[in-house]
């Protein structure tokens, strides 16, 4: 099982801030958590692919420096999903 950690607005959708799942890779991972939340897919996706703005962290690391939604995972990994972040 994988602890995928959710926040601000994909937290909402969600209704907690975090949940387990078990997955083998990235996208394995988001292809479950859409399926369970469906909302979430359009946040997610545009035209098949990742927005940019969805921020991926695997154990503190970018998704995008590592093998993006190939990215493999292990038991007891901490997956954290970011929406936009902006600020002032």
């Given at each position: ?31 479950k ?17 990742l927005?940019?703005y969805?921020?991926?962290?695997v ?21 954290a999903i970011?929406?936009p972040?902006?600020g002032?």
């Amino acid at each position: 099982m994988v602890k995928v950690k959710l926040f601000a607005n994909f937290r909402e959708v969600v209704g907690k801030k975090e949940v387990e799942i078990d997955a083998d890779s990235v996208e394995d991972l988001i292809i479950k958590l859409t399926e369970m939340f469906p909302k979430l897919k359009e946040m997610f996706f545009e035209g098949g692919k990742l927005r940019d703005y969805v921020h991926i962290m695997v154990g503190g690391k970018n998704i995008r420096g590592l093998e993006g939604l190939k990215t493999r995972l292990n038991e007891n990994d901490v997956v954290a999903i970011f929406p936009p972040v902006s600020g002032g």
